[in-house]
T-cell receptor
Framework: GESVGLHLPTLSVQEGDNSIINCAYS??????FIWYKQESGKGPQFIID?????DKRQGQRVTVLLNKTVKHLSLQIAATQPGDSAVYFC?????????????FGTGTRLLVSP | ETGVTQTPRHLVMGMTNKKSLKCEQH?????MYWYKQSAKKPLELMFV???????ENNSVPSRFSPECPNSSHLFLHLHTLQPEDSALYLC??????????????FGDGTRLSIL
């Protein structure tokens, strides 16, 4: 299900390392951001979200950091596991007259070796 | 199990065929979306339905025709497609309105191949 054929940036890490995946967004009016994980043959799966009035949010083994000054988002995965291997997308949400318009980045492929 | 089910998972069709993709969400959401994920581009929004009304058509060619009979079901009718339409078609749903945003939930997609 991943964007095979796109020149995706790839991050290769060893099992147990911490991973940091970065994303730049374009619209300073975006007020909500989401990280998705997409494994092969599957659709994007929600990982964690953050609202624009926050600069950090933590989940289980994941942390999202938001820097609105430079329009940058990052996803940190602690103690990366082989099951974390996937393509990771950030998405910015623009509310348009009552519906959500997601604008996705091109994604980063995370490869975790045992 | 994401709560969003898409059928079929794979579809191969000729350019003159007519087929439909189906999406069903079991999450009680009020908005549903069609996206296209192709080999050469990021995920692209195609259509949005909010409370069964189409609120967005993102410059999609008329050979793609969406239908939303109720807030739980969404179809994408296909006819006279082109080879460049081969892609993964993803359906998503979300709850909109109220004071906070909620994330969109995606199905696992239909892999479409046009011969």
């Amino acid at each position: 299900g991943e964007s095979v054929g796109l020149h995706l940036p790839t991050l290769s890490v060893q099992e147990g390392d911490n991973s940091i995946i970065n994303c730049a967004y374009s619209n300073s009016a975006s007020d909500y951001f989401i990280w998705y994980k997409q494994e092969s043959g599957k659709g994007p799966q929600f990982i964690i979200d953050i609202r624009s009035n926050m600069d950090k949010r933590q989940g289980q083994r994941v942390t999202v950091l938001l820097n609105k000054t430079v329009k940058h988002l990052s996803l940190q995965i602690a103690a990366t596991q082989p099951g974390d291997s996937a393509v990771y997308f950030c998405a910015e949400i623009i509310m348009n007259t009552g519906f959500q318009k997601l604008v996705f980045g091109t994604g980063t492929r995370l490869l975790v070796s045992p | 199990e994401t709560g969003v089910t898409q059928t079929p998972r794979h579809l191969v069709m000729g350019m003159t065929n007519k087929k439909s993709l189906k999406c069903e969400q079991h999450l009680g959401h009020n908005a549903m979306y069609w996206y296209k994920q192709s080999a050469k581009k990021p995920l692209e929004l195609m259509f949005v339905y909010n409370f069964k009304e189409q609120t967005e058509n993102n410059s999609v060619p008329s050979r793609f025709s969406p239908e939303c009979p109720n807030s739980s079901h969404l179809f994408l009718h296909l006819h006279t497609l082109q080879p460049e339409d081969s892609a993964l078609y993803l359906c998503a749903s979300s709850q909109v309105g109220g004071r906070t945003n909620q994330p969109q939930h995606f199905g696992d997609g239909t892999r479409l191949s046009i011969l």
